[in-house]
């Protein structure tokens, strides 16, 4: 478990030395009133100002800009897109909670680690095809970033977070950034682009990750992209079901049109690279 004060380890010089280090070149207005140019003049007061509203509890969050951009199947994408402002304070929390969060989660999750990407989830799926696990699942969730619902994930997120002050900042986010609410009044969907976002949606699905494991049931997940790998058609049938109630308990679901039993081969693309042909 984290320390009570977590607030007090995000604000702390090092971790905030960091968070600048890593959002510092960016070009980003520091706030909807703070140009770039303005805040380089006045670096120093923004920030001991942006600290005092942290610990004054009057810090709100800047609107989001936000974006469209074209996806493959035609439709468009939401990008919301955070001041400088509000990207340094969720660098610093995020300094913070990576580390305890890399050793939470599963070895078969592969987006949004350090030290982790596409081509080492590529790796780890040829490893398993060339075991003979060549039927595969290949299956997307269907709007993850948009159908989180928020009400479950605040949950998981205070069991990790383990500090009032900081859920706080993080409720805050959560409410700006959602997509829309459901019927029964329920926020749904997180901000594409900031972040935090990625931390999150690992976190979501790190129940389904353990899930797959106790169920002996291979896998290679990229956010919410993944594969399933089993030894024959059967299996694989019997684990996309399987699949299908593990997220329905997560109150999400697959995309049907990005979701198949297949057998590997170069006419199945995963992470933008073809799968290899089964050695047997």
Known sequence: MLKADLLEQVLHPDVLDEAWRRVRTEHTPWSKGVDRDQLE???LRHILRLLED?????????PLRQFTIPKTDGSKRVISAQYLRDKFLQRAILTVLEPRAERLFHADSYAYRPNRGVQDALKKARERI???LDWLVDADIR??????????????LKGFVDDKAVMV???LWLKQGAHHTSLLGSDRGISQGAILSPLMCNLYLHDFDIALEKANIPFVRYADDFLLFTS??????QALDYVRSLLKKLDLELKDAKTRVVRSSPEVVFLGERLPVPKR
């Open 143 to 156: 709007s993850f970033f948009d159908q989180i619902p928020q009400t479950p994930l605040k949950k998981k």
């Open 130 to 132: 060339g075991c003979g």
């Open 41 to 43: 003049q006045h670096l």
């Open 232 to 237: 024959s058609n059967v299996q694989a049938e």
């Open 54 to 62: 942290i610990r004054l509890r009057r810090y709100r969050p800047e």
């Open 169 to 171: 900042l993080l409720e």
